[in-house]
């Protein structure tokens, strides 16, 4: 058995807290709120974030992340991205030497453009083969509820990957290893601003074809992306790319897509953010990647629309139009 801290009690850390537990692993939660922990403690549900899963006993919580963090060999990371950097001054020096640190974040930082790994890499000096990626089409209201899926587990050091591989692997999750952690990374980053087009496409009438059109050509951006950072072209051909893009922009549970539906009512950037409580990751992340796809000379049209919807008010339907006129091009 092994003991595991989860840091951030929200979505996708309640679950994936479950999940843990459900591996045979103790699990401590970190939550920021002392209301959300004791609801957890002592009655084993999050209030606050999927209300209707009962957590085992196995996990209980606490606001004090050198707690959570005591003896932990896993330490598994669920916080909003851009909150990051911040957090891990507090939590690094109480991290256990040797422990797993696994990033279950799909954003890039702002600024630096850093992926979540490197950020940890960083800014906790944490060495680069003790990061690890959990990252696929993983809803977490459909994890919670024990509905069978599969994940990715990607790190540089493959004994590594395979041990956490165990350490997760459940009748409903079925984890798989790569050792593409910048594929795995930015498959999760760029799905969430080709679901918030998803949702733009959805929200002002269109169907399939138009959101299969922006999937398609949405992994053709993201690929081209990878392969300039140094990814696997075939990472995203896998459960990090295809896989968790499909089940993003094809499910009303998804934040992201929720958020572009919003927008493609016409709603403004601060209405859509009034609609919606959780975290909604494309939403910052899509100036990063704009950033990124500029730094590596790489042609994301889908990312620079999004971008333009999100943070410079155009009207989506402005943003179709752009790029239904680009110049013809050979698939
Ligand atoms: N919800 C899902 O289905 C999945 C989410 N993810 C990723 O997991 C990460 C976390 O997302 P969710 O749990 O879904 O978000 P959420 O919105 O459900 O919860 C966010 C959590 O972070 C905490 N938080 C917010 N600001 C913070 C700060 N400044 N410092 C520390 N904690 C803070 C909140 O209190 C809350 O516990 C994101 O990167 C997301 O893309 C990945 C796979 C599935
Ligand atoms: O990453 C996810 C599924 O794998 C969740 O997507 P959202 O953040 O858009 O809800």
Redesign the pocket.
């Known amino acids: 058995m092994k003991r595991a801290a989860v840091l ?6 309640t679950a994936f807290a479950k999940v843990l537990a459900d591996a045979g692993n103790d699990v401590t939660l970190w ?3 002392p209301d959300v922990a004791t609801a957890i403690r002592e009655q084993h549900v999050n209030p606050d ?1 999927l209300p209707e899963l009962r957590l085992p006993t196995a996990v209980t919580a606490t606001v004090d992340p050198a707690d959570a963090l005591d003896g932990a060999d896993l330490v598994v990371i ?4 851009q ?1 990051l950097r ?2 891990l001054g507090d939590w690094a020096t109480h991290f256990t030497p040797d422990a797993t640190v696994v990033s ?4 890039i930082e702002l600024g630096t453009l850093k992926r979540m790994s490197e950020l940890i890499v960083e800014a906790a000096g944490v060495e680069p083969d003790r990061v690890a990626v959990v990252t696929g089409p ?3 209201a459909e994890i919670a509820a024990e509905q069978p899926a599969a994940t990715v587990v990607a790190c540089t050091d493959t004994d590594r990957a395979a041990r956490v591989q165990r350490a997760i692997a459940t009748r409903y999750l079925r984890p798989y290893t790569n050792d593409d952690v910048i594929g795995c990374e930015l498959g ?1 980053a760029v799905k ?1 601003v080709i679901a918030l087009a998803c949702g733009m496409a959805h929200g002002m009438g269109f169907g399939e074809n138009t959101k299969a059109t922006l999937m398609t050509r949405g992994l053709a951006e993201t690929a081209r992306l990878g392969v300039a950072l140094g990814a696997d072209p075939m990472t995203f051909a896998g459960l990090a790319g295809l896989g968790d893009l499909v089940a993003t922009c094809s499910s009303p549970l998804s ?1 992201n897509r929720t958020f572009g539906e919003h927008l493609g009512r016409g709603e403004s950037l601060e209405q859509a953010q009034a609609a919606t409580r ?2 909604a ?1 494309g939403v910052k992340s899509c100036l990063a990647i704009r950033d990124l796809a500029i730094k590596y000379g790489v042609e994301m049209p889908i990312t620079e629309q999004v971008e333009r919807v999100c943070h410079e008010g155009l009207d989506p339907r402005v943003a179709v139009r752009a790029l239904m006129s680009r110049e013809p091009k050979s698939e």
């Open positions: 951030g009690a929200g979505s996708w850390g939550a920021r709120r974030y669920a916080i909003p991205s909150t911040d957090n279950l974040m799909k954003g993983n809803l977490a999760g969430n934040r959780y975290t990751e």
